[in-house]
């Protein structure tokens, strides 16, 4: 959080029913100082993430 700010990205995910694929999201996100949630459904998956500025966009990047 800078100056009263608060950097946050949505991200819509297909399956994340494997632990590998949840170990990488975690992982990612300790990196890059992000905090947030996962909101898993049988069918799809929603990551709310916030942090630093542009944190978000290298969690983007994260490819089954």
Known sequence: I???????????????????????VDNHAQQLSLTGVCVMHEQRAVVLVEGPKGGGGGFGSIRN
């Open 2 to 24: 800078q100056g009263g700010v608060v950097h946050v990205a949505l991200f819509y995910v297909c399956d994340l029913t494997n632990p590998r694929h949840r170990y990488k």
